[in-house]
C-alpha cells in the first residue's frame, strides 16, 4: 500500500511541475506543450482533479506574468470538459471572495484579471464578467467609505481592462461604455491632496508625475480610442481559436464586495514615477512607448513582477529582467533601470531593502557590460540634473544608492561634469548631493581613497576627516575648565576602576548651575557630565566595540548623572562635541545609547533640534540620527502590542480546563494557527497560559509606551512647527522670502517625518490635528499634514 | 556534534566575513551591514600574534532575517574593493577571533 501512495505522490508532483513550469523555455512550441499538458491533465483528471483544481488555481496568482498561459490551458481543459471548467471557475470565485476578505488585495486584483482573461478562452461569460464589473462599480461609487477603498476596486478593473477590453469592445460595446462612462465620473470627483506627498519630484517638466489611478485611466481611455488593441499580451488561446469557440462558457455567480470595517487596512495611492522619453534612448533603438500607451503600463507591471518573483535572488532577478520576453522591441535596459529606480524611490516606503535594488543594479552591470553601466550613468546624470525639485526621503535614498554603487566601481566617476555645484550655495541640493555621497563614500572606504577619488577643486564639499575632536588636547585645552579633571579620570580610566570610583571622581566637580545664594539643587551638573563623557567617548574612540564596552562598564555612572531629560540633552551636545567630525559615529553612539537607556526618545529629539544643532540642520545624518529615535520607539510600541494581542488570544482561546479534552477540533486548528505564528519559541509558548491579570499589567505597560510614543510626535512636529514659523515671520519682518533652500529642506524634513512613521503618526492625527496643525498655522507647513491626511482618506 | 552544530547554524544570526582587507575597519563593515538591518556587534579577526585585524570578523544581527538579507545583498559585492564573502556561523565564542594571521 505504501507503494500506492508513493506512487500518487509522485504522479502528483510531477503533474504540479508539469503545470508551474508551462511556458517556460522548451525546444518545442508554446502551442504543442499546451496542447500536450491539456491531454495529460485531461486523462488524469479523475484521479488527481482536486490537486489540479488547487495548482491551477494558484499558478495565475503567484506567476501573474504567465496568466494568458494558464487562461489558455483551462480553456482546453473546459472544452474537453465542461465539468471540470465549471468547479474551475467555481474554485477562482472562492479565491476571489476569500482574497476580498482577508484583505490580499493583489492576489483579488490578479484574480479579477485572470477571470477576465477567462472571457477570452470560452471559459467565462462576458455578460456575467459584466456582472462582477458593476458590483465593483457600485463599490467604487459607494459614499462615506475611505477612498483608498473606492480607489481599490476602479483599480482592480482598470488593470483588467487591456486583457479583456478587445473581446467586450466586439460583443459588449455598449456595457463597455456604460463601464468607462461611470470610470470616468469617479475619476473626475476624486480627491488627489495626497500626490504631493508621493511625488518623487515636485515638478512636472521634463516629465509629467502622475497619480497612478490618473495615468491609468489616461492609458485606458487611449486604449479605447485605439479600439483596444495593444501590442504587448502574448495570447496562446488566439492559435486555439477553433477549439475554444466551440466551449460552453460559464456564468460567474454574483460577487458582492464585503463591506467596509475600521480594521480593514487598502493600498496606499503611490505616483507613477518616470525618468526617460524616447529622446533619452538612441536613436537607432527601438521606440520607448510613450507615458500615456498602455504598453508603457503592461511592460512596467511585468517588469515590477519579475522583481516581485525574484527580488530575494539577485542575480536570477537581473537574469530575468534581462531575458525579457519582448527584448527587442522595446529599449529594455531604460525601462529595467526605470522600473528599478520606481522602486527605490518609491513613497512612502520601498518594497523591498533599499540594498537589494543597489545590489540588483551592481548585477545588471555585470552582465550586460556593454549597455547597462552606460545607461545607468545617465540615469544618475537626470537625476542630479533634476536633483533640485526631489523629495528629501529620494534624495537620501539616492545619496545611499549612488555611493554604495561607486563603492563597488572603484569610485569612479566623471566627476568634471559637476562642477556646476561648486558655485552653487552650500544648501543647494546640487551641492549638497555631492557633499553627502562624500561622507556616505567616506564611511564606505577610508578618508585618502575619498580624497583621492575627487579632483581638488571638489575639496569645499569634502567632508573633514573622521576622527574624534578632543578638545582637551588642542591648543589652550589645558586652561579649559575640567581640564585637569579630564586628566585625572583619563589615568583612573586607564586603570579600570569600578563605577564607583569614577562616579566618586566627578562628583567631585563643581557644579557651574549652583548659584551662591540659592538652595535649589539644579537638575544636573553639566562640567560633571562634560567631564565624563568626553572623557570615556575618547578612550573608546578607537572602534565601536571600544565605545560600546565603555558605555557598559560605566552604565551606571550614565544613569546617575543623565537621570533627567536636561541632563540627557547635556550629554548629548558632549557626544557630539567629541564626534562632530564624524557622523557615523556619532549616529552609532546615540543609537547605543538609546538601546542602552542612557538616553530617551524624547532628550534625542529635543537635542537635535536645540540651538546647538541649528548649524547641522541640513545635513542628512541628522535626521537619520531622528529617524533612528522614532523607529526604535515605534518598534517598542508594536513589540507590546503584538505582545498583548497575542496573550489576549491565547487567553480567549485556552478552555478552561473542564474542556480541554483533546478531540475539541476548534482547540486543535486554534493550537495549529499559534504554532504557525512563533514556531521559534512554540515550547515555551504552550506552556505558558496568561493569565487576566498578566494581560492586564502588557495592557498597562503598553499604554504607557504609547504615551510616550504619542509625545515624542508631539514634541518632533511642535518643533518643526515652531522653527518653520519662525522663520516665515523672521523673513517676513526683514522683507525676505521665506522660500529658502534651509525653508524646503526642513520642510522636506518634515514631510519625511510624516512619510517614513505614517502607520504610527496616523494614530495621532486626530491629536495632532486638534493640538498641532490647527488652522492659523502658516499654510505651507499645515499642507504637508493634510496630504499626509490625504494618504488613506 | 554535527547535528547540534547544523541546529545552532539554522538559527544563528551571526555571520562569518571573509576575504576583508586588511585595512578594513569595524566602521566601514557596520556601514555596509547596517543597510540590511540592525547590527548588534562586530567581532573583528585578529592575528593571533601580531592582534591585528587579519582579514575576517563575524557580524551579529538582532534579527535571523537581517542576518539572511545580509547573506543574500551583500554576499558577493565589494567592500574596499575586495569581494566580501559571507557565510552563516554558529555564534561567536571567546577566542574565535584570533586567526591564522
Known sequence: ?793 | SRVEQERLLSQSSTLYVGNLSFYTTEEQIHELFSKCGDVKRIIMGLDKFTRTPCGFCFVEFYLRSDAENAIRFVNGTRLDDRIVRTDWDAGFVEGRQYGRG
Not at chain 1, 496568482?61 to 472544452?79: F, R, W
Not at chain 1, 517614513?756 to 505651507?780: P, R
Open chain 1, 1 to 793: 500500500r505504501r507503494r500506492v501512495v508513493s506512487e500518487q505522490a509522485e504522479i502528483e508532483d510531477r503533474l504540479e511541475s508539469l503545470i508551474i513550469r508551462v511556458g517556460d523555455k522548451t525546444s518545442s512550441s508554446l502551442e504543442s506543450n499546451l496542447e500536450g499538458l491539456a491531454s495529460v491533465l485531461e486523462a488524469d483528471m479523475n484521479t488527481y482533479k482536486s490537486k489540479i483544481l488547487r495548482i491551477l488555481s494558484e499558478c495565475p496568482i503567484q506567476m501573474p506574468e504567465k496568466c494568458t498561459i494558464y487562461s489558455t490551458l483551462v480553456g482546453l481543459l473546459n472544452a474537453k470538459n465542461y465539468n471540470f471548467g465549471g468547479e474551475f471557475v467555481e474554485q477562482m470565485v472562492r479565491n476571489l471572495k476569500e482574497a476580498l476578505r482577508e484583505g490580499q488585495w493583489e492576489s483579488a486584483r490578479l484574480i479579477v484579471r485572470f477571470i477576465s482573461d477567462m472571457v477570452n478562452c470560452h471559459i467565462v461569460s462576458a455578460s456575467s464578467l459584466l456582472q462582477l464589473y458593476d458590483s465593483f462599480i457600485d463599490a467604487a461609487m459607494e459614499q462615506g467609505v475611505p477612498q483608498v477603498r473606492r480607489d481599490w476596486y476602479m483599480y482592480a478593473l482598470l488593470t483588467a481592462l487591456p486583457w479583456v477590453g478587445r473581446e467586450l469592445f466586439e460583443k459588449k460595446e455598449n456595457d463597455l461604455e456604460r463601464i468607462m462612462a461611470a470610470m470616468e465620473g469617479y475619476l473626475r470627483r476624486r480627491n488627489t491632496a495626497h500626490v504631493a506627498a508621493l511625488r518623487v519630484w515636485n515638478c512636472d517638466t521634463p516629465h509629467p508625475q502622475e497619480e497612478y489611478l490618473e495615468c491609468l485611466w489616461a492609458q485606458v481611455r487611449k486604449l479605447r480610442t485605439d479600439e483596444w488593441q495593444e501590442r504587448h499580451i502574448y495570447r496562446p488561446y488566439l492559435a486555439f481559436d477553433s477549439i475554444l469557440s466551440e466551449a460552453l462558457q460559464h456564468n460567474l455567480p454574483v460577487i458582492l464586495p464585503p463591506p467596509h470595517t475600521a480594521s480593514t487596512q487598502y493600498p496606499l495611492p503611490w505616483v507613477v514615477f518616470r525618468m526617460f522619453d524616447y529622446t533619452d534612448c538612441p536613436e537607432a533603438g527601438p521606440l520607448l512607448p510613450g507615458t500615456h500607451s498602455v504598453e508603457r503600463y503592461l511592460i512596467e507591471e511585468h517588469l515590477h513582477q519579475i522583481v516581485t518573483r525574484h527580488h530575494n535572488e539577485r542575480k536570477e532577478l537581473a537574469t530575468q529582467l534581462l531575458a525579457f520576453p519582448q527584448r527587442n522591441k522595446i529599449p529594455l535596459e531604460y525601462m529595467i533601470v526605470e522600473v528599478l529606480f520606481s522602486e527605490l524611490f518609491h513613497m512612502p516606503s520601498p518594497r523591498y531593502l533599499e540594498i537589494s535594488y543597489g545590489c540588483t543594479l551592481i548585477e545588471l552591470c555585470k552582465l550586460q557590460p556593454s549597455t547597462m553601466p552606460q545607461v545607468l550613468a545617465q540615469a544618475t546624470e537626470l537625476l542630479y540634473e533634476r536633483i533640485d525639485t526631489m523629495n528629501a526621503t529620494c534624495f537620501d535614498r539616492f545619496v545611499s544608492w549612488f555611493s554604495y554603487h561607486l563603492s563597488n566601481f572603484q569610485f569612479r566617476w566623471s566627476w568634471d561634469d559637476w562642477q556646476n555645484c561648486l558655485s552653487l550655495e552650500k544648501d543647494h541640493p546640487k551641492a549638497k548631493f555631492v557633499s553627502e555621497v562624500f561622507g556616505k563614500c567616506l564611511r564606505l572606504s577610508y578618508y585618502k581613497r575619498v580624497n583621492e577619488m575627487v579632483p581638488e577643486c571638489y575639496s569645499p564639499l569634502l567632508p573633514p576627516k573622521p576622527e574624534p575632536y578632543f578638545k582637551y588636547q588642542t591648543e589652550g585645552g589645558n586652561s579649559l575648565p575640567g581640564a585637569t579633571q579630564v586628566q585625572a579620570l583619563t589615568e583612573l580610566l586607564r586603570k579600570k576602576p569600578t563605577p564607583e570610583e569614577v562616579l566618586e571622581l566627578i562628583q567631585q566637580l563643581p557644579n557651574p548651575l549652583k548659584d551662591d545664594d540659592g538652595d535649589m539643587e539644579p537638575s544636573h551638573n553639566p562640567l560633571a557630565i562634560e567631564v565624563f563623557v568626553q572623557t570615556l567617548l575618547h578612550l573608546g574612540s578607537k572602534s565601536f566595540t571600544h565605545t560600546f564596552a565603555g558605555l557598559a562598564k560605566y552604565h551606571s555612572v550614565f544613569k546617575n548623572i543623565c537621570e533627567n531629560e536636561e541632563a540627557q540633552i547635556c550629554m548629548l551636545r558632549q557626544v557630539y562635541e567629541l564626534w562632530q567630525h564624524h557622523p557615523q559615529f556619532l549616529g552609532v553612539v546615540v543609537d547605543k545609547m538609546l538601546k542602552t537607556q542612557i538616553v530617551e526618545c524624547c532628550a534625542v529629539a529635543n537635542w537635535i533640534f536645540s540651538r546647538d544643532m541649528a548649524p547641522e540642520f541640513t545635513r542628512s545624518y541628522i535626521w537619520e540620527i531622528l529617524h533612528l529615535t522614532i523607529r526604535k520607539m515605534n518598534k517598542h510600541v508594536v513589540r507590546l502590542e503584538k505582545e498583548v494581542a497575542d496573550a489576549r488570544a491565547k487567553l480567549r482561546a485556552a478552555p478552561s480546563d473542564s474542556e480541554s479534552s483533546d478531540d475539541d477540533p476548534n482547540r486543535e486548528t486554534g493550537e495549529k494557527r499559534r504554532r504557525t505564528v512563533s514556531n521559534k519559541d512554540t515550547p515555551k509558548d504552550g506552556e505558558e497560559q496568561p493569565t487576566e491579570e498578566m494581560v492586564e499589567r502588557m495592557e498597562e505597560r503598553l499604554e504607557a509606551a504609547q504615551s510616550d510614543q504619542k509625545n515624542l510626535f508631539l514634541i518632533v512636529f511642535q518643533r518643526f512647527i515652531m522653527i518653520l514659523s519662525e522663520h516665515v515671520v523672521r523673513c517676513d519682518t526683514d522683507g525676505k522670502d521665506f522660500n529658502t533652500f534651509w525653508y524646503q529642506w526642513t520642510v522636506g524634513r518634515l514631510q519625511q517625518v510624516f512619510m517614513a512613521h505614517h502607520e504610527q503618526v496616523e494614530k495621532y492625527s486626530q491629536t495632532l490635528e486638534t493640538l498641532l496643525f490647527t488652522h492659523d498655522l502658516d499654510s505651507n507647513i499645515l499642507d504637508t499634514f493634510r496630504q499626509f491626511q490625504a494618504l488613506r482618506s
